[in-house]
């Protein structure tokens, strides 16, 4: 990566609280793991820690360590009736924080149906409760319907790839219009590391250009890099299960091999976890 752009970069908690990812073999990251998580992310100027309430115990987790030298996003899900200060104060009572940097919708388009949402939004922020709102989104359909309403947001969090730019140009468009624009998905949650062989049929689309990939030495440095080198960007929120992971990817004194352009489009069952095989 280009020397200086780890400040760009913001560590994802999902692996705190939550066994996930399609790649993740040991589970949950432990107390002790995440320390030396945190300990290497402040050690390295990395300022961002984006989690939510749905990651599990991910936010108990985080609020056993001292977080003040971080910026803390966290996300609520649909209310269902209650207002969301009642979320968020579960939120920062669980983090040992108060305030937090931002809070987005995790279900944005709900705001669509029950609009007081975003009124009790503004509230929070107007209160000093939190400095951003905004949304994490998963197609960009959502922020097109959320905007016509007139519904802008501070910040946004996008999925955001070598093989996923369904985002770019909304992404662009807001960034001039002021709103901070975070990025996850780096790495597809592991799919790009996965060997092809052992994919089911599910994922035959994508199989050739994973083989292709996987030639290229520093593979996760170079698609670290293409996501980080967008000027458009402004944090890249990675997910690590171990500290190792992290200062790998922090490592920038080698030499990494650029991608080529990709012109292919990928269906959206690929790009869109949430549509794999369980």
Not at 20 to 47: C, P, V, W
Not at 57 to 69: K, P, T, V
Not at 153 to 168: A, G, K, S, T
Request: charge should be neutral; charged fraction near 25%; aromatic fraction near 10%.
């Amino acid at each position: 990566m280009q020397k200086g752009n780890t400040h760009k970069i913001g560590i994802g908690t999902v692996q705190f609280g939550l066994n996930y990812g399609i790649s993740n073999k040991k589970g949950k990251t432990n107390k002790i793991e995440i320390e030396q998580i945190l300990n290497t992310a402040k050690s390295k100027g990395i300022e961002y820690i984006d989690t939510a309430s749905a990651y599990g115990n991910a936010e108990e987790m985080l609020g056993q360590f001292d977080l003040s030298q971080f910026k803390v996003v966290s996300k609520f899900m649909p209310p269902q009736g209650q207002k969301i200060s009642n979320q968020i104060n579960q939120s920062l009572e669980k983090l040992n924080q108060n305030p937090i940097y931002g809070y987005l919708a995790h279900r944005p388009l709900d705001i669509l149906e029950n609009p007081e949402q975003w009124s009790q939004l503004q509230e929070l922020k107007a209160n000093g409760v939190v400095k951003k709102i905004g949304y994490s989104l998963n197609e960009p359909e959502e922020i097109y319907q959320l905007l016509g309403k007139g519904y802008y947001p501070d910040l946004i969090q996008v999925p955001y790839n070598y093989f996923d730019r369904r985002f770019e140009e909304i992404i662009i468009e807001l960034k001039h219009k002021g709103c901070e624009i975070h990025t996850r998905s780096t790495f597809l949650q592991g799919l790009f590391f996965m060997k092809p062989g052992e994919l089911s049929s599910f994922f035959d689309e994508v199989k050739p250009h994973l083989r292709s990939l996987q030639k290229i030495n520093l593979l996760s440095k170079s698609l670290l890099n293409f996501t980080l080198n967008k000027g458009f960007i402004d944090k890249v929120i990675i997910g690590v299960e171990n500290n190792k992971q992290l200062i790998e990817n922090l490592d920038n004194t080698t030499e990494i091999e650029e991608l080529e352009k990709l012109d292919f489009r990928f269906s959206k069952k690929i790009l869109m976890p949430m549509y794999w095989p369980k």
